[in-house]
């Protein structure tokens, strides 16, 4: 026990700025300290959690474990330290999205909604939170950290992803509003003509992720419905790196969709694939510049 508590205390002049509020860059982890950082976390946990802190602990502990499986190791072990300064008592404070790569504040000003988000949390907690409802605050601030941190990995998914709407869900009970209920999906329906869906990338990659591999199995399942309809797939990425290379990676995209619809029952027949690498970017940019939403394939229902 004294080595785990030593060893922790270690750690925390190491997270202290992070944890302070400090506006610079944040003072990640490291992958070689991931896993002792994490097991030493979840084996400080409380069995019986009851102050903010503990649940705190607990939350983070939980949030290190999943990037960890997600081989995110260095932000694994920059969550596992935040959660051993909060087992040894130190007062974690929710992220500044300025010490985090957040894109796209022009147009969509995703650094302003993170830090609008930031200001309600802190109103709630510095409110009261903290101690009237200690899991619930805790809940919120390790979703608004999870939705800062998957902002910088990923946009696309995570500024409407689980992390951001447990969140916001979260912000809602402590401030008594009540619940909305979620509209009900639209039935599946036979695709329109002339649609396009669009399935992204991430950066010098040709694998599907697993939301990608959602949005092709719902189309698969439209396609299904309505069996005159045939697709075009094109392929496409940004215009970081050389034409041929790029070429050759869209034609991989485009092939790992063709794939995906094949396997999902769609036959070979009603699908025609294409590749124009950076020749045709959805996004107009200088050449050489990683815009995420032109890592695409573009599939033109027809």
Same mark, same amino acid.
């Given at each position: 026990?004294? /080595?785990?508590? %030593? ?6 002049? #190491? ?5 302070? !509020?400090?506006?610079?860059? %944040? ?7 991931? !896993?002792?950082? $994490?097991?030493?976390? +979840? ?9 903010? $802190? ?29 959660? #051993? ?16 790569? =957040? ?11 993170? /830090? ?12 009261? %939170?903290?101690?009237?409802?200690? +899991? ?22 995570? +500024?409407? !992803? ?34 396009? =869906? ?9 694998? #599907? ?25 094109? !392929? ?12 050759? #990676? ?10 995906? $619809? ?21 996004? /107009? ?18």
């Amino acid at each position: 026990m004294k /080595a785990r508590i %030593a060893f922790a205390r270690s750690i925390l002049a #190491l997270v202290g700025l992070a944890l302070a !509020g400090c506006t610079g860059p %944040a003072p990640r982890g490291t992958p070689e300290s991931a !896993g002792g950082n $994490l097991s030493a976390v +979840q084996s400080g946990l409380p069995k019986s959690p009851s102050g903010f $802190l503990d649940y705190m602990a607990t939350e983070y502990a939980g949030l290190a474990d999943n990037l960890e499986q997600q081989s995110d190791y260095v932000d694994a072990d920059y969550f596992a330290r935040k959660g #051993l300064a909060a087992e040894n008592g130190v007062a974690v404070q929710p992220e500044q999205n300025s010490s985090w790569a =957040i894109p796209l504040e022009q147009p969509y000003g995703f650094r302003t909604q993170l /830090a609008q988000a930031r200001t309600r949390l802190l109103a709630a907690l510095d409110g009261g %939170a903290r101690d009237r409802a200690p +899991q619930l605050a805790a809940r919120a601030q390790a979703r608004y950290d999870c939705w800062t941190e998957r902002m910088e990995d990923d946009w696309q998914k995570a +500024q409407n !992803g689980p992390c951001r709407n447990e969140f916001m869900a979260a912000m809602d009970q402590l401030e008594h509003r009540p619940a909305v209920a979620a509209p009900a999906p639209p039935p599946s329906a036979a695709p329109t003509p002339g649609n396009v =869906i669009n399935v992204y990338f991430d950066f010098n990659k040709s694998a #599907l992720s697993l939301e990608g591999k959602q949005i092709v199995q719902q189309l698969a399942n439209q396609l299904k419905a309505n069996s005159a309809a045939m697709v075009t797939i094109t !392929g496409k990425s940004d215009l970081s790196g050389a034409d041929e290379y790029n070429l050759a #990676l869209s034609k991989r995209r485009a092939e790992a969709v063709q794939g995906e $619809l094949i396997k999902d029952g769609v036959a070979a027949s009603r699908i025609t694939v294409q590749a124009v690498g950076k020749r045709q970017p959805p996004v /107009a940019t200088s050449d050489g510049v990683r815009e995420p939403r032109n890592r695409v394939v573009e599939v033109t229902v027809h």
